[in-house]
């Protein structure tokens, strides 16, 4: 009786073990055969083109799973960049305040397709091999405007941001009223013939250091009030004149950048997407 048991246990075992390999063999069919998306690669001569004008690519691709090709296509993304500064060269040391920016203005869009024809195999390569071009947009060519002779007020608020004039103003101020930066203050209210050197001395206090043996000066406390409301009257453009190059130290430049891919569809909508390429348009 124990040995009919016994072989019993035995079948039971090798029936369900020969269960177990049939499952893991249909799982492996399964993956292996899985639907496969075409090979594609790239290149491009240049990743510098002017805007408005096309980029040339040269694409190989094949379909591994030998599904027919039904086209290829061009993706890409737009990214903003902008770089800004005024700077007030009428002190010891010059006063700059910058911002840049970098801004994806249009994400991943299908920007050009191209027909799939058998014609395109390059028996030398063993690949398809598509040589093309694609578009870029004119109204995304650099803007830039720097150290310009005529300041023009409504320009500055079109390209910069909004509060950006004030809080240069608030900072420089901020920066030269402090008292061991008194020879800014000076320089900047002299330089711009905003009082003469006597009214400011009248505004000022000193004590000899006898370690630097150096005076050091400051504004009087009661005439900083005095001192606010002059530096206030100044107009912006005259915080940024540089009298001796006769230019306003405005610096702003605007580029895009395209983030492209090259892209390769079958029959069956399985996609082949390319490494992405770095694009400047000038």
């Not at 499952?23 to 492996?28: E, G, L, S």
């Not at 096309?54 to 039904?70: H, L, R, T, W, Y």
């Not at 870029?136 to 941001?161: E, I, M, R």
């Not at 405005?250 to 997407?273: M, Q, R, S």
């Amino acid at each position: 009786m124990y040995m009919k048991n016994y072989k019993l246990i035995y079948l039971v075992s090798i029936l369900f073990a020969f269960t177990a390999c049939e499952k893991n063999d249909f799982i492996a069919d399964v993956v292996t055969t899985g639907q496969q998306t075409p090979s594609a690669y790239w290149e491009l001569p240049s990743s510098t083109v002017g805007a408005g004008n096309n980029v040339e690519f040269v694409g190989q691709f094949f379909s591994a799973e030998k599904n027919p090709i039904d086209r290829m296509e061009i993706w890409y993304s737009e990214t903003e960049h902008k770089s800004m500064s005024v700077t007030c060269p009428n002190l010891t040391t010059n006063y700059v305040k910058s911002l840049a920016t970098d801004e994806v203005v249009h994400i991943n869009q299908r920007k050009a397709t191209f027909e799939f024809s058998e014609d395109l195999w390059d028996n030398s390569k063993r690949n398809y091999v598509l040589t093309s071009s694609f578009p870029t947009s004119n109204s995304l060519k650099p803007v830039t405007w720097t150290n310009v002779a005529n300041f023009d007020q409504d320009k500055f608020t079109t390209l910069f941001p909004e509060n950006f004039m004030s809080e240069f103003r608030s900072e420089l101020y901020t920066e030269i009223e402090q008292k061991d930066k008194y020879a800014d203050l000076r320089k900047l209210l002299l330089s711009l013939n905003v009082m003469d050197d006597i009214e400011l001395k009248s505004y000022t206090d000193s004590i000899f250091n006898d370690n630097t043996q150096l005076w050091v000066f400051w504004i009087k406390d009661e005439a900083k009030s005095t001192i606010k409301s002059k530096y206030d009257a100044i107009e912006f453009k005259d915080l940024i004149y540089d009298s001796a190059n006769a230019a306003y130290r405005v610096a702003y430049e605007k580029n895009y950048t395209l983030d492209a891919t090259f892209k390769v569809i079958d029959k069956k909508g399985n996609t082949g997407v390319t490494e992405s390429k770095e694009i400047t348009l000038n």
